[in-house]
């Protein structure tokens, strides 16, 4: 009987596009209220129905304009496509003229959700950073796996493990669970992380790290994290989480950077406390070309009854992207950081260079600082955007949709970093403008994977090539 239902539902949706273009003089003015009537749900294999509809602004039973439904036909289908579980969404209408109502039929096409891997990657903080700095060094290398499960239990849930040895020796532990209630409102996530290294760096040499390397653990750090999340709306979440750290470092270490912990000491434990806001109106999370991103976060350090130093950041990320026409899109961000004391151990230190905020064309350069502003603009035309079904030479379904886009790039990036107090030995590109201009090419791939090839010209009259992975912008 389920097999007679999917195959009459699917002829349906080969049918639906014929019926509406024999049948459109015959449809409801655009002002006139239609009636949801039933929503459908294909090729879903596990993902639960109510994962879906929660990304949908049409609800069965609802009444909408034409121009309404519409509407939210487009912005659904991102913000499903925004899970990152489906490859591919369509969203197709059968309306009824006589009852002034429409079926709507959401067909998805399930992602690879499991993810065994091996892990091989570099302990420092881009891949030009380690060949130009490091001098390629593979002894600089981590090895290990990684195990992501995601989409657990077909409720979007994540459970990622990644267990490393090498330069670095890591273990972590992610659990995300996007909704505990029926109303898929709030959710919790939990981290767990151990990391020991024979090599630390402990000071920064003219916006270099220094790394002292031996045959003994010279560093641990130990960090652990609940979570509680609140998504009131499509685009809008709201995140406090609890956190818990602990560093500790050989005597060696504070003997070349009595500054590395507070007061000299050896180990340096604190509680954590933070509020994140998110608001999310991209196209596409991974590689947007239209839309708005908005990130505000309040973060204090060194709350409890162990309170060793105090340490507090507030966060402000701004992106925009807007299509020009003709395949030309801009996008034009702002990031902010302001950190109080400005005096801190050397542990707690930030700025350019770190993780992903980073000022392209100084990708060979760590600006710490206690306040920092990065400013970034690029603006991109698309050369081909193209897709093939590979199905004959890949079994597996999941894979069957082969993508390759590319989009040549024109970027200039502007920022100011304030130095910390006293911190001369690296203050080179601190408290003054700097800034480069430069041309790339933005690779994008099937599971929308990012290759970023940039050549730029920076205030240091450096030319530079970078050879990154992820969007920049």
């Given at each position: 009987?389920?097999?007679?239902?999917?195959?009459?539902?699917?002829?349906?949706?080969?049918?639906?596009?014929?019926?509406?273009?024999?049948?459109?003089?015959?449809?409801?003015?655009?002002?006139?209220?239609?009636?949801?009537?039933?929503?459908?749900?294909?090729?879903?294999?596990?993902?639960?129905?109510?994962?879906?509809?929660?990304?949908?602004?049409?609800?069965?039973?609802?009444?909408?304009?034409?121009?309404?439904?519409?509407?939210?036909?487009?912005?659904?289908?991102?913000?499903?496509?925004?899970?990152?579980?489906?490859?591919?969404?369509?969203?197709?209408?059968?309306?009824?003229?006589?009852?002034?109502?429409?079926?709507?039929?959401?067909?998805?096409?399930?992602?690879?959700?499991?993810?065994?891997?091996?892990?091989?990657?570099?302990?420092?903080?881009?891949l030009m950073d380690w060949l130009i700095n490091r001098e390629g060094d593979v002894n600089r290398f981590n090895y290990g796996l990684r195990l992501t499960q995601y989409n657990l239990g077909g409720q979007n849930q994540t459970l990622k493990f990644i267990g490393k040895v090498g330069f670095e020796k890591n273990l972590l532990i992610d659990y995300m669970i996007p909704f505990i209630?029926?109303?898929?409102?709030?959710?919790?996530?939990?981290?767990?992380?151990?990391?020991?290294?024979?090599?630390?760096?402990?000071?920064?040499?003219?916006?270099?790290?220094?790394?002292?390397?031996?045959?003994?653990?010279?560093?641990?750090?130990?960090?652990?994290?609940?979570?509680?999340?609140?998504?009131?709306?499509?685009?809008?979440?709201?995140?406090?989480?609890?956190?818990?750290?602990?560093?500790?470092?050989?005597?060696?270490?504070?003997?070349?950077?009595?500054?590395?912990?507070?007061?000299?000491?050896?180990?340096?434990?604190?509680?954590?406390?933070?509020?994140?806001?998110?608001?999310?109106?991209?196209?596409?999370?991974?590689?947007?070309?239209?839309?708005?991103?908005?990130?505000?976060?309040?973060?204090?350090?060194?709350?409890?009854?162990?309170?060793?130093?105090?340490?507090?950041?507030?966060?402000?990320?701004?992106?925009?992207?807007?299509?020009?026409?003709?395949?030309?899109?801009?996008?034009?961000?702002?990031?902010?950081?302001?950190?109080?004391?400005?005096?801190?151990?050397?542990?707690?230190?930030?700025?350019?260079?770190?993780?992903?905020?980073?000022?392209?064309?100084?990708?060979?350069?760590?600006?710490?600082?206690?306040?920092?502003?990065?400013?970034?603009?690029?603006?991109?035309?698309?050369?081909?955007?193209?897709?093939?079904?590979?199905?004959?030479?890949?079994?597996?379904?999941?894979?069957?949709?082969?993508?390759?886009?590319?989009?040549?790039?024109?970027?200039?990036?502007?920022?100011?970093?304030?130095?910390?107090?006293?911190?001369?030995?690296?203050?080179?590109?601190?408290?003054?403008?700097?800034?480069?201009?430069?041309?790339?090419?933005?690779?994008?791939?099937?599971?929308?994977?990012?290759?970023?090839?940039?050549?730029?010209?920076?205030?240091?009259?450096?030319?530079?090539?970078?050879?990154?992975?992820?969007?920049?912008?």
């Open positions: 009987m389920k097999k007679k239902l999917y195959l009459f539902i699917s002829i349906l949706v080969i049918l639906i596009p014929i019926l509406i273009a024999q049948d459109r003089s015959a449809l409801p003015e655009s002002d006139q209220q239609i009636r949801v009537n039933e929503i459908y749900i294909l090729g879903n294999k596990k993902t639960k129905e109510k994962v879906i509809l929660r990304e949908m602004s049409l609800k069965k039973g609802t009444y909408s304009s034409r121009d309404e439904i519409e509407k939210s036909i487009k912005s659904d289908k991102i913000n499903i496509i925004n899970t990152n579980l489906f490859n591919t969404v369509s969203i197709d209408v059968l309306e009824d003229p006589e009852k002034l109502s429409i079926d709507i039929f959401v067909k998805v096409d399930e992602r690879w959700y499991f993810w065994p891997a091996p892990l091989i990657d570099i302990a420092d903080r881009n209630d029926k109303n898929q409102k709030h959710g919790l996530r939990f981290i767990y992380s151990y990391s020991e290294s024979e090599n630390a760096a402990y000071i920064t040499k003219d916006h270099v790290p220094d790394f002292f390397e031996s045959n003994i653990i010279n560093k641990k750090v130990y960090f652990t994290s609940s979570s509680y999340t609140y998504r009131p709306s499509f685009y809008n979440f709201h995140k406090i989480s609890l956190s818990y750290l602990q560093s500790e470092v050989s005597d060696t270490i504070v003997n070349l950077n009595p500054n590395y912990h507070f007061n000299q000491e050896k180990k340096q434990s604190y509680l954590g406390l933070s509020y994140n806001f998110i608001s999310d109106h991209r196209n596409n999370k991974r590689f947007a070309t239209s839309g708005t991103f908005i990130e505000a976060s309040l973060e204090n350090f060194g709350i409890g009854l162990r309170n060793q130093f105090n340490l507090s950041n507030i966060n402000l990320k701004f992106n925009k992207y807007t299509p020009l026409g003709n395949d030309f899109f801009l996008a034009n961000g702002v990031v902010g950081l302001h950190t109080f004391p400005a005096q801190q151990p050397y542990f707690n230190y930030q700025g350019l260079g770190y993780n992903e905020v980073l000022a392209r064309g100084f990708e060979l350069e760590l600006i710490e600082g206690s306040k920092f502003l990065l400013q970034k603009n690029t603006l991109r035309r698309k050369i081909f955007d193209r897709s093939k079904d590979i199905g004959n030479l890949m079994p597996i379904t999941q894979f069957a949709q082969f993508r390759i886009a590319a989009y040549l790039k024109l970027f200039a990036d502007f920022a100011w970093v304030d130095n910390y107090p006293n911190y001369k030995i690296s203050s080179r590109l601190t408290n003054q403008l700097i800034y480069s201009f430069g041309v790339g090419l933005d690779l994008l791939a099937m599971y929308d994977m990012v290759l970023r090839l940039e050549y730029s010209y920076n205030s240091e009259n450096e030319l530079n090539f970078a050879l990154n992975i992820k969007a920049d912008l």
